[in-house]
């Protein structure tokens, strides 16, 4: 089974990708956007987010999740540190001598650890072994028809230090000033996870796990990325600069195959993704969409979306 995330959020004043410093000012991530205005394109720098920072995130959920349900994660990604088997010396950790077959490589990866099955890995030695994510992200975006309203703006910071005698200037209190370039935007993203490629092999297409194991790694995933947008712990610098805002709407697609909800950056995505779903049904496939605009939380859309794939035997 298949499930696609269209997720809104407002945030004012966030610092969540920056992307280089320098000197004492933090520029946040921005990408080129086209957007219509008054009937003609153009292009406009806008504030965004990496996927590579949203699926970081979702990531550090998955290991929290994956413990929790006593699922096995290897020391590195305990750590955060998604190494992900990349060379011998973070595959010997796990499989030891390290196999020759590609196939015994991946089943050694896959068994020991919950986040390289869900998120993959690339161990780049001889043989080479790849594995997809079962997971997609894409970047977070302003919304279209609100993308010129979207800024970034630095913000002015000082940080003080008390100078001692030795430094040149005394007993005088030092002020070290420092700018944050923050981004205020609606954001519009998109999260899919592909429930039937968790503990299966990307070489045979054959289970490499037993079917209970399945199914507690697939709730794993699934309840990471309810924490993930429940909490909002995704991005960076949310020590100072935790989003003003919050999600503001979800649309959840569950599908028997691939499909994927129609991008939360165009306002009548949620009717567009209906209507397209409409046409699966038409071809035989079964679906559940919920959605959560104004009355509903996004909570009870992504537990709807679960007691679903529960009914459905997903997990
Ligand atoms: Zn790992």
């Keep these: 089974m298949f499930l696609s995330v269209g997720v809104r959020f407002e945030a004012n004043v966030e610092a969540l990708n920056m992307v280089e410093t320098a000197g004492n000012y ?30 970081h995130a979702y990531q550090e959920h998955l290991v ?7 699922l096995p994660v290897c020391d590195d990604c305990r750590r955060d540190e998604f190494y992900k088997s990349m060379n011998k010396v973070h ?3 796990k499989v ?31 043989p080479p072994v790849r594995r997809s994510s079962a997971f997609q992200v894409s970047y977070a975006l302003p919304v279209k028809s609100v993308a010129l309203f979207a800024t970034s703006e630095p913000q ?21 000033i420092y700018y944050v370039e923050t981004g205020t935007a609606l954001y519009g993203f998109t ?58 709407e979800v649309a959840v697609a569950v599908t028997e195959h691939p499909f994927v909800v129609t991008s939360p950056i165009y ?25 959560a605009t104004g009355e509903k939380v996004p909570e009870e859309a992504l537990k709807e979306a679960m007691d679903y794939l529960r009914e459905q035997g997903a997990f």
């Excluded at 929290?64 to 006593?70: I, K, S, Y």
């Design 26 to 55: 933090s520029k946040h991530r921005r990408v080129p956007y086209l957007v219509e205005e008054d009937g003609r394109l153009k292009t406009v720098y806008v504030p965004a987010l990496s996927g590579e920072s949203l699926a």
């Design 64 to 70: 929290r999740e994956a413990l929790g349900l006593g």
């Design 91 to 93: 595959l010997k950790k």
């Design 96 to 126: 030891n001598p390290i196999p020759d077959d590609p196939r015994d490589i991946e089943i050694a990866i896959v068994r020991s650890c919950v986040v390289e099955d869900v998120g993959g890995f690339l161990y780049a030695e001889k």
């Design 156 to 176: 002015l910071h000082a940080r003080h230090a008390q100078m001692d005698s030795s430094s040149k200037k005394g007993n005088a209190s030092e002020q070290m």
């Design 191 to 248: 999260f899919n996870l592909d429930l039937d490629a968790i503990g299966v092999s990307a070489i045979t297409s054959e289970p490499i796990l037993d079917e209970d194991e399945i199914k507690t790694r697939r709730e794993a995933a699934l309840r990471a990325l309810f924490r993930m947008l429940s909490s909002a712990q995704f991005g960076a610098k949310l020590s100072r600069f935790f989003p003003v805002g919050g999600i503001t």
């Design 267 to 291: 306002d009548d995505y949620i009717a567009r993704t209906e209507r397209r779903l409409k046409v699966l049904e038409g071809l035989g496939e079964n679906y559940l969409f919920a959605v």
